[in-house]
Each structure stands twice: as C-alpha cells, then as structure tokens.
C-alpha cells in the first residue's frame, strides 16, 4: 500500500517537472539545430510547418498528398498546412508567436497586425536570405512592396506578387438600376440617393444600403472621393493629402465639407436606406443574398458576387479619385523566428511563386477533383464543401493567379487600366509603403478606436443629430488623445517623406 | 522550527489524508499558481523574441488606456451595478422556484416544469443574441410586429439605452436561474421531512413552514452562492455582453462592462501586456471586494464565512 502511494506521488512529481521542462525550452527552440541548417544542399529530405488563417476544407488531405507527391519530387521536401480557424484566429495567431511552438513559415497580413507582431520580434529577418535562397521571388519583387516589408530596417515579409487597389466604391444590383432606367455607372452621392428613392418606392422590401455591425464606411468612401487618404486601415478618422508637397494629417472632423456629409448621411438615415437597428445585425452578406442592393467595398468582393449572381448583373461605380496600391504587405509570408529550416521554406516559397504546376496544386488542389479548367484558363471549383482555394493568399502572383470562370471581362480591362494610370512614387502610391508605428500610442489610439465605434459609427448612420452628434464624437476624440495622436502621425509621414528624398 | 515539525508530526500521522489531498493540490498549484507568474506582462512591455521574462518593465504605461477619457470609472461601475443586479435576481427568483418545485405534489409536474426552467441554460448566447436582435429590430422585431398590429408607434429600443439595464438582467435570470435552483432545490431535500410533518400537525400554514423552516434551512447554502459570485464581482460575463450588444455604440455608455471594452480597444492592436493589465485590475479589485465581504459576513455570523 505505502509503496503504491509513493508510486503515485512520484509520477506526479515528475509529471511536473515534464512541465516545468516545456517552460523553459521555450526559449531556447530553434537554436539547437543552427549549425546544420546553415548549408542546405536539399540532400536531406524536410517537412515544412506552414499555418494559414481559415477553417480547414473538407478535402485537405487529398491536396495535401497530391501536393506532397509534387513537392517531394521537385525539391525533397514536405509540407504540413496547418490551420487557425476563423472562429479563434484574433486569439490564437498572436499566441503561435510567443508560445514558443517549433514552425517554419505563416500566412500573415497587414489586418494581423504584421508590423506590430515584427517590431516585437516575433520574426526572423529575411535581409540576406530572401536574394539567396528565392532570388526569382526577390527579383519580381517592387521596390515599395520591399520597403512596405521593412520594419525597423529588416526585411520580415515576402510580400504578395498579386496586386490589389485601394479602390472603393459602390457594388450594386445591375438588374435594379437597369429597371430604375440608371444605366450610366452609379458612382456618385446624388445617383446613390436617387437610386436609393427609386428602391424605397420600387422594393421596399430590400434595405437600400448594405449596413451592419461591422460599422459604416461612408466616411471613407467620402474622404477618397475628394483625394483624401487614410493614415492607415487601422485608424480610419485620421486622413492627408497626398497630392500636397507637404501633406498635413487631419482629423476627419476638421475635415470643412464634414458637416454636409453628416447632413447627407442623416437624411439617408431618415428615409430608411438602412435600418435603425443595423449596428445590432450581424449579417454581414445581405447584398451577395439579395437583401440589400447596394454595398460599398472593393473590387474584389464585386468579382466575387457576380460569380455567385450572374443573373443580378451586379456592377461596380469606382468612387476613389484616383487609383493605388494597397500595400503589398496586405497578403505577405512570414518565416518564424523559431524556424530550424528557414532555407528550405524560401527555397519552397520560389518555387512555389514562379512554378504553375505547385501553384496550382497548392492554391486549387487537384484537377479533376477539386478544381477543372476551362480553355481560357479560368478555375471552376467542383465542391466548394471540399475544397474552394487555398488560404495562402499571400502565394498569389499576377501570372500565376488565376481567374474565376464567369468574372466578367470588365475585372480584368479595369485592373489593366489601374495599372496603366498607378505611377510609381507619384500621388497615394508614394505614401502606400508608410506605415504607422503605434509604440508611442498605443493608449491613445485604443481610446480613440473606441470613441470611434461608440460616437463615430452611430453619427454616421444617422442615428444622432448631425450638429450635435458630431460635436459630440469631436469632444469624445479629444479626451480619448487624438491630438497626440495627430502629432504622431505627422511626425512620422513627415519622416517618411523625408525618407524619399 | 517547531511549525514544521508539527507539520512533520501530522504528514506522519495522516499519510493516507495527504496522499488524497495531493493531486487536488497540486491541480490547484499547476493550474492556478504557476499562471500568476503571468501577472508580471501586466508591468512589461511585451517582445515575442524575449518572452515573458526577458521583455522590459514599462511602469504603469499598460494601465492608462483603461483610464484614458474617464471610461475605467464607468466601465467598473457598469460591471459592478451588473454583477449586483444579476446576483440579486437569479438567486431570489432561483430560492423562489426552487421552494415553488419542492411544494409541488406531483412528479410529473414537478419534473416537468423543472425541466422547461433548466432548458434555457444550455442555450448559447449566441444564439440569445439571434433572439433579442430579432425581437427587437426595430423594422422586422416581435416587439414592433405586436406594437403595429396593436395601432401603436413602434419603438426603437436600440435608441434607449436606458431600456437594457432591464433587458439584459431578464435575459441573465431567464437564463441562469433554473440551474441555480437545482442547488435550492438539493439543499431544500436534505431538510427533515418530519420538522414539516410535525408543523403541519401543529396547524402552521403552508406560508408559515416557508417562513420558519424552508428559509432558514437553506440560508448557509444561500450565503456561500453569494459569497461565491460576489468573487467574481468585477468580471462581465463576456459572452453575455458580447453577443447581445456587440457592436452597437449606441448602447455602449449603458452597457460597457470591463471585459467588452478591453476586448473592443485591443481587437485592432492587440497587446498582451495591456490584456494582462486589465485583468490584474479586476483581480486586485476582486480580491479587495471578497476580502471585504467575507470579512462582514465573519462578523455577523462566524459559521457562514467562507474562509
């Protein structure tokens, strides 16, 4: 009997020691095999650990092995996808990072907060290893794409070699329009409202404009129209002028034309576009479902539902004053800084960007199974509950990348006009690679995010006075610090600009 | 010195005592002790690449944003009056359905109905939040369809944030007080049936045996529920929060409580150190408030304390 109680207290105890062993290792992770890994020939055969940001497809395990086959073959090398659920991702990416937990490369993106998560090291410089171990990557890669992946003076990013564009504007219902007999592109303020009046009389069973709890963006919609730009997508109420010589940040309230946006936005609000309880709703696809006709968003999300509804001939009214880049770093790959095989996996990620054959096999899975192709070249996927696309989104590049079929042909002529017009340091695509460190306020910029939701989004809807209510969301940013904020923002743009040259 | 050897002296003798204790024991220390060290990224300034201990002291800095534009004061104030209010009417409604089961004389019946109250408690919030967004939506809601149907003017309840003190107090009761009244319910069981039989011989009416002798019995059980959610005084039921208000700004100055509004600031810019600051607050608060309260109670009657 004494014997088996010791028994027990002894396993106990060193069950806690196993634990306070994996504590400490913690720390130390990746630096045990660093004398080996710093000549990779591809002699020995290595399996890759890659996260990705989605909820993991039915059919993974079948792309997975065709992928594994190809890879294997090609370069002796493995790969594991791993993935972070939508439902858990706010709280499980960051902790990827400091839980210490062995893994080579990550999906990451500017709304993951790349540059925080690099300037507190939770990455592994890239500076000399991306021309060496992807120089095809490397060589494709833009000057602002690189600049946009450089904090702190190190490369932490292999940024997308997909473009996308700031563009914002108005998708909506075609088919409608075409009845209300508004056949030129709905792209301004009055055709929205006269649209708007036509559908309130026409469909009054449909909410005219797409408004949830994930809060309006009029307001961005309006500053772009006059050529204004945000500081950054965190922080939506501070804009400047890129086509000034020395451009001023401002806050959206000192914005002179404000107060009319706020009326326009109060008389929407009074006719019923949206509804009085959109803040609480949480349906966020009512547009891509027919029950709201118009919805401002980007272009992509426009491609994406006219694929879903062709028979609703949704059309796109661009409502930016002039085209840029988003950055770069929108969709990037990251390598962790407790990677033992950081070679391989920029080794992999070359080949993976400039060869069609594991493009495909990684972003569409296996043809005839997952995805066919039509002679154009454009994917159809055959069982969305399979499999649809890969979520390394990052891996995207513009020859690679394939569309949709039933993208109408306008996604592509549009796009090729963007590019033709985006001059490289010119206008917004100058200031596309700043990027706004908050070190300095943090504090200030979590209470003024705040005050933004509290007074900002029902402001917007209309479902306060627009004199008062917009007085009050100003009072509301000056306690909560935005000065300081402003200050900051100057600083640093100025900097940057100063950067340039 | 002579602390440990009693200390010795009792191990020696209870050896069996102490061996059962163990892995509750240290359950307790693995789970709840080691963490704490956490507490310390509330004070940092935190580095993936140095991790918890290595990251640099940053003084107060991780705490001003609670305070920044007199939100802390009313987000701990919020989270209390909601706390209180919570406490006071699922445990009076579950000491009240409980005594109302117990007296019921049919089986059926009894289980029944114990049932229907115990259901709402494994209903999620989110899909509560489905409920009252549809009952209240102002164009499609329950509660304007009956207002118009009635030939009144509907009302926009997301406009009165005044209105959801009470709403979502309903909705708490509704869903937590079946299960609270099981533990009624078990605590009313285990008192003699003869003390019953006996009062009813001696003629006391069915209020009078509540009175005097359900309600008493089942005061110590009565004090520890408090006690015990009187510990968690400064933490908003998240899930509750979250999901019936979510994003509504409108409603946010009636119904911010500490946990939704540390979640709203950090979701764009998470940082682990002013997460960490927040609920080294609210721990600090609660440990004061429990303190305090346990205090009282030791003073008023000895035997109902908690420790």
């Given amino acids: ?501 | 010195m002579q602390h440990f050897r009693n200390f010795a002296e009792e191990f020696k003798k209870n050896k069996a005592l102490f061996a059962m204790a163990a892995p509750a024991f240290i359950l307790v220390f693995v789970m709840q002790y080691i963490p704490m060290t956490g507490l310390i990224l509330a004070f940092k300034s935190y580095r993936f690449d140095l991790g918890v201990f290595g990251s640099k002291f940053n003084g107060l800095d991780n705490f001003r944003y609670l305070f920044a534009s007199g939100t802390g004061w009313l987000i701990t104030r919020n989270t209390i009056l909601y706390n209180l209010l919570n406490l006071i009417t699922s445990q009076l409604l579950a000491v009240i359905i409980a005594i109302f089961i117990t007296e019921i004389n049919r089986m059926w019946f009894k289980k029944l109905t114990q049932s229907i109250i115990l259901l709402p408690y494994f209903i999620s919030w989110v899909v509560v939040g489905v409920f009252v967004y549809n009952l209240f939506n102002y164009e499609t809601g329950m509660l304007n369809g009956i207002l118009k149907a009635l030939g009144r003017d509907p009302i926009n309840m997301y406009g009165i944030p005044a209105a959801w003190p009470f709403i979502i107090c309903a909705f708490n009761a509704w869903k937590w007080t079946g299960y609270n009244s099981v533990i009624y319910i078990a605590a009313i069981t285990g008192v003699d049936g003869e003390i019953n039989e006996a009062a009813a011989i001696d003629g006391a009416t069915i209020f009078q045996r509540i009175r005097y002798i359900t309600l008493p019995s089942i005061r110590p059980t009565l004090v520890t529920m408090i006690l015990l959610q009187v510990g968690r005084i400064l933490r908003g039921d998240f899930e509750m929060f979250y999901q019936i208000i979510g994003n509504n700004g409108q409603l946010f100055n009636a119904t911010d409580v500490i946990d939704t509004y540390v979640f709203r600031s950090l979701l764009t810019n998470p940082d682990i150190g002013m997460t960490a600051a927040a609920t080294f607050y609210q721990s600090v608060l609660c440990f004061v408030i429990i303190m305090v309260v346990n205090a009282i109670v030791k003073r008023i009657d000895e035997e109902y304390a908690l420790f």
């Fill in chain 1, 1 to 501: 009997m004494k014997k088996r109680i010791l028994a027990a207290l002894l396993t106990m105890t060193m069950a806690l020691g196993m634990l306070a062993g994996c504590g400490g290792g913690s720390s130390s992770g990746g630096s045990a095999s660093g004398g080996e890994t710093s000549a990779d020939d591809g002699s020995k055969e290595v399996n890759l650990v890659m996260y990705v940001v989605s909820d993991r497809p039915a059919g993974q395990d079948t792309v997975d092995e065709n992928l594994n086959k190809l890879l294997k073959e090609k370069m002796n090398t493995t790969i594991t996808i791993n993935w972070i659920g939508w439902a858990e991702y706010a709280n499980k990416y960051p902790l990827l990072f400091s839980s210490g937990e062995v893994f080579d490369m990550a999906y990451c993106a500017t709304w993951l907060n790349f540059a925080n998560l690099a300037r507190r090291g939770a990455f592994m410089p890239l500076d000399e290893m991306l021309p060496k171990y992807a120089p095809d990557n490397y060589a494709m890669q833009s000057e602002t794409a690189l600049k946009q992946a450089t904090i702190d003076g190190h490369i932490y990013a292999v940024p997308t070699l997909l473009p996308t564009y700031i563009t914002y504007g108005a998708i909506y219902r075609g088919d409608l329009a075409a009845e209300a007999g508004m056949t030129d592109d709905i792209d301004t303020w009055e055709e929205i409202e006269q649209f708007g009046d036509w559908l309130k009389e026409n469909h009054p069973e449909m909410e005219v404009i797409d408004e949830s709890a994930s809060g309006p963006e009029m307001s961005l919609v309006w500053e772009r129209m006059a050529g204004n730009y945000e500081i950054d997508s965190g922080n939506r109420y501070i804009f400047y002028d890129p086509s000034e010589e020395e451009p001023k940040v401002f806050a959206l309230y000192d914005d002179p034309t404000i107060a009319d946006f706020y009326q326009m936005c109060y008389r929407f609000g009074e006719k019923g576009f949206w509804s009085k309880s959109a803040l609480s709703d949480t349906d966020t696809s009512k547009t891509q479902n027919g029950k709201a006709a118009i919805r401002f968003h980007n272009i992509d999300t426009w491609s994406g539902y006219t694929v879903l509804h062709p028979e609703w001939d949704f059309k796109y009214g661009v409502m930016t004053s002039e085209i840029a880049h988003l950055p770069f770093t929108q969709d990037c790959m990251v390598i962790s800084n407790t990677s033992k095989n950081p070679e391989r996996a920029l080794q992999f990620w070359n080949l993976l960007t400039t060869d069609q054959e594991v493009y495909d096999a990684l972003y569409y899975g296996v043809l005839g199974t997952t995805y066919e192709l039509n002679e154009e070249g454009q994917f159809t996927i055959l069982d969305s509950d399979l499999y649809s696309t890969s979520a390394m989104w990052a891996a995207r590049t513009f020859e690679l990348n394939r569309n949709q079929a039933g993208v109408p042909e306008s996604y592509d002529t549009v796009r090729a006009e963007w590019e033709d017009e985006i001059q490289d340091g010119v206008g917004i695509e100058k200031y596309t690679g700043f990027v706004l460190d908050t070190t300095n306020i943090t504090t200030e910029i979590a209470a003024c995010q705040n005050a933004r939701q509290q007074y900002g989004w029902p402001l917007e809807l209309g479902y306060t006075d627009p004199v008062e209510g917009l007085a009050e969301y100003k009072q509301k940013l000056i306690e909560a610090g935005i000065e300081k904020v402003l200050e900051e923002c100057q600083k640093q743009l100025d900097e940057y600009r100063a950067s340039l040259g």
